[in-house]
């Protein structure tokens, strides 16, 4: 059988996609871009001296954006953990473990369990940043990351991604117990040699199964507390896999021709919009489903449900709408998928809050 094949995206700079892409994206390229300094206005001689004064205050300005070489290059080793990118993970995390704990679980094993799983997912990122630097050299939202460019050296960065993961493991092996640290370094593994190596590069059900990397969390914070697998973190475990391909294939619709360029076969690059979308649409019905499971199999209160339905009432709402656009013909920018994605943000921070709520009802 024939695989799918890519399509191109268009060479001419009017078809280059320049609109920013989601909050956490925006964030993590934020702390690599390279702001330049604003320069003094230079202004002539005879100027009144409010005119001086306000020059000055321009140049005063400017000169506190200059970056030294040491803040420049601490910025850039953070820039390869995607910090923002990990705020979901950790949101998956923690709320579990007031689930767990039937309320407020003890701090100083809250803190070992953030950090350490922090760690982990920073390390699979840097691994990520590594192996992806070409990709990200020819993607235009990509390209301002550290390893494109080589503002870190590959050795430097793998030794960072290694000393991360060696770090993470410990602490969570140590501080909480060794299931959870076994669970956060199988994740890091899955990363980086199942998604990053084999399947980002060859499938478009890249996001699909690449995304079992992130449905860990859930079942590391419930570890942390109990020192065992249940029922509640194997349902949370599938809300997150079932969540994370229409929340990724809206960005990909967004940036279906940067991806292109960058050779990811992404379900939207080798499929028309309409396809796309309807499999968002069945992916995001399984997930509220999902979601809804967690009710009886935990014994939930009222207000999980609640939660759940509204939030995800929405979803589904965002879903179908994104369907409709997409069989009237818009594409791109055009077909508005980034308020899917963002709201799909916010449905699974709220499912997540809800979660660690709960159990402090009476």
Known sequence: MRGPVLRRAPSHPKDTVTHNTSRPLRASEALTADRGVAGASGAAGSA?????????????????????????????????????????????????MFLASGGVPDWRLALVT??????????????????DADIDERMRRTRRRPMPRHVVATRNALVFAV????????????????????LAVAANLFYVFIYSLVLKRRTWQ????????????????????????????????????????????ALGL?????????????LPVVREAPAVCVQILVYSVLTVATSLVLWPVAQMNWLYPAVCAVAGAIFLWEAVQLLRRARAGLRDAQLK???????????LSLVFLAIAVDPLLP
């Not at 570890?223 to 599938?238: D, I, K, M, Q, S």
Request: aromatic fraction near 12%; charged fraction near 15%.
């Open 163 to 182: 000393a991360l993961g060696v770090v993470g493991a410990l602490l969570l092996g140590l501080g909480a117990n060794w299931l959870s640290a076994g």
């Open 206 to 249: 890249n996001t699909i199964w690449g995304g079992i990397a992130g449905c860990f969390p859930p079942l590391i914070g419930w570890t942390a507390v109990t020192g065992r697998v249940g029922w509640e973190p194997l349902v949370l475990f599938l809300l997150v896999f079932f969540w994370t391909p229409p929340h990724t294939w």
């Open 337 to 347: 998928p980034m308020r899917l994605f963002h709201w799909s943000n916010t449905y």
């Open 48 to 96: 009144g001296s409010e005119r001086g004064e306000g020059a000055g205050r321009s140049r005063h300005r400017g000169s506190r954006k200059v970056k030294t070489p040491a803040r420049a290059k601490f910025e850039a080793y953070v820039a390869l953990t995607k910090p923002r990118v990990i705020e979901l993970l950790l949101v998956a995390t923690l709320p579990v």
């Open 114 to 131: 953030l950090v350490g799983g922090f760690l982990e997912a920073a390390s699979a990122n840097a691994f990520n940043c590594v192996i």
């Open 254 to 266: 967004r940036y279906r021709e940067d991806y292109a360029a960058g050779g990811v076969p992404m």
